[in-house]
């Protein structure tokens, strides 16, 4: 099945650890986005990359850090920087084939708890 | 800036009971506006993606429609399974550095009962 995957689906920290979250996708889509979401709120922005070992800076990047070394991952290393980490974290990837079709599909989300 | 409202922030409906949900969004040159549906604990799941003002898409009991200001989700005849969070999101046309970014309104939270 094609699709996105995220692991782990629960996350507990302690205050000071870094953690990483794991997001993969088979779908062959160029363009991987992280989102963070909190009650009440819009998804907001973490970083996105649109190519292999380039990404960039969305909205809300300060504590969070991103590598693209394969095109099929990108994983999200939330630091002891995070002021406020708990969070619900979604995934999402896009084809960049060009035309109309240039949704974004989200994987399952993984929920950090901070202890 | 670009920015989504979306009203109302709850809506409960019986089951049966014809509704619309409002997305309201000011945007630098829309590229594209974006409907999913979110379950508890769960990521968003794709619905439509509407491009120009006079453009409908249906599916199912959903259908959603776009004006220069606003989209509307029409929701005919829902049942409880319906029951979920609704998300509303614009992208913007290229340029700058945020190319690809979804603007995301804060959702509404529909329940139909039964």
């Known amino acids: 099945d094609g699709g996105i995957t995220q692991s782990p689906k629960y996350l507990f920290r302690k205050e000071g650890q870094n953690v990483t979250l794991s997001c993969e996708q088979n779908?062959?889509?160029?363009?991987m986005y992280w989102y963070r979401q909190d009650p009440g709120q819009g998804l907001r922005l973490i970083y996105y990359?649109?190519?292999?070992?380039?990404?960039q800076k969305g909205d809300i990047a300060e504590g969070y850090s991103v590598s693209r070394e394969k095109k099929e991952s990108f994983p999200l290393t939330v630091t002891s920087a995070q002021k406020n980490p708990t969070a619900f974290y979604l995934c999402?990837?896009?084809?960049?084939?060009?035309?109309?079709?240039?949704?974004?599909?989200f994987g399952p989300g993984t929920r950090l708890t901070v202890l | 800036e670009d920015q989504v409202t979306q009203s109302p922030e709850a809506l409960r409906l019986q089951e049966g009971e014809s509704s619309s949900l409002n997305c309201s969004y000011t945007?630098?040159?829309?590229?594209?506006l974006f409907w999913y549906r979110q379950d508890p604990g769960k990521g968003p799941e794709f619905l439509f993606t509407?491009?120009?003002a006079g453009e409908e898409k249906e599916k199912e009991r959903l259908k959603a429609t776009l004006t220069k200001k606003e989209s509307f989700l029409h929701i005919t005849a829902p049942k409880p399974e319906d029951s979920a969070t609704y998300l509303c999101?614009?992208?913007?046309?290229?340029?700058?550095?945020?190319?690809?970014?979804?603007?995301f309104g804060q959702g509404t939270i529909l329940t139909v009962h039964p």
């Open positions: 999402a990837s896009r084809s960049l084939a060009g035309g109309l079709t240039d949704t974004q599909y």
């Open positions: 779908l062959n889509h160029d363009a």
């Open positions: 990359s649109q190519i292999v070992n380039d990404f």
């Open positions: 945007v630098s040159g829309l590229r594209g």
């Open positions: 509407l491009y120009s």
């Open positions: 999101a614009v992208r913007a046309r290229a340029g700058g550095t945020s190319y690809g970014k979804l603007t």
